[in-house]
């Protein structure tokens, strides 16, 4: 483990971080299990989950992370996947996230399409890729016998399209107190980080008019 003084600077934090050995095993790993981590993007891709149906890919995730020996592996009452990797003093608890559903409908051909090296589908990015590499994270975190402080929460998560409106991550933050920090992999956006939130605002609107006929009276 890392311990770190009070006085610190973040780029001296992360140059100490990147330098412990355990850390380079793991991200060498990651480079490693890159074709895996297709294999596993493609398999969820070709699973339909639109908003509000994410159960069959909420199944698979869920088996996924008990193959790899994760602790406490559950679907909750949203339908959110989760599951955690314990530190040596469970807290402070990490949660790292990224979201089962897809903008497309169910009668929406899924199937991945490959050429030139090069992933189509719908959903492919949006946020299949965040979910297999939430994966390959739980591999290289375990294969480089990496040990954290507090516990990850890892978590695949409902409703974050659209009319979703992020209920599963709310869910999530609603019923548990006890989360320090979050972060979400979304997309394919390689090297961009977002720090705190982009804001969201729902709005529901309703229009009053005259009834009538939809033709005559439009």
Request: hydrophobic share 35%.
């Amino acid at each position: 483990m890392i311990t770190m003084k009070n006085n610190y600077n973040l780029e001296s934090v992360f140059q100490k971080i990147i330098e412990y050995e355990p850390v380079k095993n793991a991200l060498d790993f990651l480079e490693k299990d890159n074709n895996n981590t297709n294999k596993e993007q493609v398999e969820l891709c070709e699973i339909a989950a639109p908003t509000f149906y994410e159960q069959n890919r909420a199944i698979l995730y869920e088996e996924k992370f008990k193959n790899l020996g994760l602790d406490d592996v559950y679907i909750d009452k949203m339908g959110n996947v989760l599951g955690t990797l314990n530190g040596a003093r469970n807290l402070p608890k990490l949660l790292v996230s990224a979201h089962l559903d897809t903008v497309f409908s169910k009668d929406i051909d899924v199937k991945v399409k490959i050429e030139d090296g090069i992933l189509y589908a719908p959903g492919i990015a949006d946020d299949t890729r965040g979910l297999a590499e939430i994966l390959t994270i739980i591999r290289a975190i375990k294969k480089s016998k990496l040990k954290t402080v507090g516990d990850i929460i890892f978590c695949g998560s409902v409703c974050e399209e659209g009319l979703g409106d992020l209920k599963g991550i709310k869910y999530i933050f609603e019923n548990n107190s006890n989360i320090n920090g979050f972060i979400t992999i979304d997309g394919c956006y390689v090297g961009d980080i977002l720090y705190l939130g982009t804001g969201s605002l729902r709005f529901k609107i309703t229009y009053k008019g005259e009834g009538g006929h939809s033709l005559e009276d439009f």
